[in-house]
């Protein structure tokens, strides 16, 4: 089964610096991971979809990189915004089973 | 293109009392889900369906019913509402594959 652990809980950063999330996962037989926000009160948004042949895909300010042998992918956010301040959830994805989500990465962004 | 609908927003139940959610998509999508989300569990599969016609358990099923009559429709029931069963409910759709997947705005459900 499926686990997914994301590291820390809860991040406060000065608007303006770099930063990095991270997800591992104990199963490596997955096809992608997807990167996920989500604002207070709302659904999830997609953020960055990652293809398990790939290291790295690229959004924006946005950057998420895949170790899917060490099962672990990091989202990394460069010269945060304080509208980047959202709940940041994983989703590495085996194929047609259900995605198993991260409780996620809370990121504060102080101005 | 409206993505993926949810019906209600929010809703206030009694225990004992039913209700139904309804989740909509008109992407064509074959798989819909339904999840919980509580403070400090994260989201947790309730019960899914690969196609119309087709369900599936997931983590969470007890206390719920779902139905998937039509493609586009995925409806999630609660026979006996409990307080337990307070929470945010967010269904989401996809299309067959491992490809990208597409919340909707979540329904916020009290159970008193």
């Known amino acids: 089964k499926q686990e997914v652990t994301q590291i820390p809980a809860a991040l406060s950063v000065p608007e303006g610096e770099n930063l990095v999330l991270n997800c591992s996962f104990t199963?490596?037989?997955?096809?992608?991971l997807q990167w996920f926000r989500q604002d207070p009160g709302k659904g999830l948004t997609s953020l960055l979809l990652i293809q398990s042949s790939q290291r790295e895909q690229t959004s924006g300010r946005l950057n998420a990189s895949l170790d899917k042998s060490s099962g672990r992918s990091t989202l990394y956010i460069a010269a945060s915004q304080p509208g980047d301040s959202a709940t940041y959830l994983c989703a590495p994805d085996s194929g047609n089973t259900p995605l198993v989500f991260g409780k996620g990465t809370r990121l504060s962004v102080i101005a | 293109n409206a993505g993926v609908t949810q019906t209600p927003k929010f809703r206030v139940l009694k225990t004992g009392q039913s209700m139904t959610l309804l989740c909509a998509q008109d992407?064509?999508?074959?798989?819909m889900y339904w999840y919980r989300q509580d403070p400090g569990m994260g989201l947790r599969l309730i019960h899914y369906s690969v196609g119309e016609g087709t369900t599936a358990k997931g983590e969470v099923p007890d206390g719920y019913n779902v139905s998937r009559l039509k493609k586009q429709n995925f409806l999630l029931g609660l026979e006996s509402a409990a307080p337990s069963q307070t929470s945010v409910y967010f269904c989401?759709?996809?299309?067959?594959?491992?490809?990208?997947?597409?919340f909707g705005p979540g329904t916020r459900l009290t159970v008193t």
């Open positions: 992407m064509n999508h074959e798989y």
């Open positions: 199963d490596s037989a997955i096809y992608n």
């Open positions: 989401a759709s996809r299309i067959q594959g491992a490809r990208e997947q597409y």
